[in-house]
């Protein structure tokens, strides 16, 4: 059976005391027994601190980006080594905002994937059309294209160490949902994508879905074949949602 996971992207939201409020109210109502993963992605200035008091407990610690670059000459940027320096067993890359407000193109999103590997952190890869490409039909299209970058440059077994999460762009901050059926949709075509490099690679790789996830839609979006959890922006803000979501997972499989 498929890792499921649900992950919260806290994006750039938060201080050091909402934050140890958040994760307090988390670590109280996790139920500790759940096979499925759990994890936060948070801003890097708070990566050490949240890491900190996440210690010992089964959430997983992540960063919302990384360079492309081993080190050096690159104000603002962390590298993936800091990354896991200060705790981080994952991270996201090629979210939709950093490909559309940071002009990351594929190319970058899969040197950063490759960073990742090579750091032994678990690249979480974002994918997504917009809702203008979605209306001309090139769903598809455009999430090929953003899976190739990473599949021409890795081999099953690198592949095989990641997450992917399917988020529609329309669908992110918005309230709007993809339906059920329409994520499955993109989801299966993902996962046959991946079958054409190897099948055992597609039966493994959990893909999340992502856009406008909240405790009320949740189950009816985890209960699809081909969904193995979500990836979560605004409802990861608060523990009680979050952590609805994550018991949402038990209508997987
Ligand atoms: P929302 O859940 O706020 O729509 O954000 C989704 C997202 O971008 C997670 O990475």
Redesign the pocket.
């Known amino acids: 059976m498929r890792k499921q996971w649900v992950?919260g992207?806290w994006?750039m939201n938060g201080s050091r005391e909402s934050n140890s409020h958040l994760i307090s109210g988390l670590l109280a109502g996790l139920n500790a027994e759940s096979s499925s993963g759990i994890g936060v992605?948070v801003p890097s200035v708070y990566l050490i601190e949240v890491g900190d008091k996440l210690a010992g407990s089964t959430v997983a610690l992540g960063a919302q980006t990384i360079s492309e670059h081993d080190e050096g000459a690159y104000t603002g940027e962390i590298s993936a080594k800091m990354a896991v320096d200060c705790g981080c067993s994952l991270v996201?890359v090629g979210?939709?905002?950093r490909r559309s407000l940071y002009g990351e193109t594929s190319e970058i999103v899969a040197k950063k994937f490759k960073q990742a590997l090579s750091n032994e952190l678990t690249p979480v890869l974002?994918v997504g059309e917009t809702l203008e490409q979605r209306e001309s039909g090139i769903t598809n299209e455009v999430i090929g294209e953003q899976l190739d970058a990473v599949i021409e440059c890795c081999n099953s077994d690198e592949l095989g160490r990641s997450i992917i999460?399917y988020?529609p762009v329309w669908?992110?901050?918005?309230?709007k949902t993809a339906s059920a059926e329409q994520a499955q949709e993109v989801h299966a075509f993902i996962r046959n994508k991946l079958a054409q490099k190897s099948n055992a690679l597609a039966e493994k790789i959990s893909i999340l879905y992502?856009?406008?996830?909240?405790a009320d839609n949740a189950k009816e979006i985890f209960s699809m074949s081909d969904i193995d959890g979500g990836?979560?922006?605004?409802?990861?803000l608060g523990a009680e949602s979050f952590l609805a979501i994550y018991n949402s997972t038990d209508v997987i499989g």
């Open positions: 992950l992207n994006k992605c996201l979210h939709s905002e974002c999460a988020e669908a992110i901050g918005t309230g992502g856009g406008s996830v909240k990836l979560v922006g605004g409802a990861s």
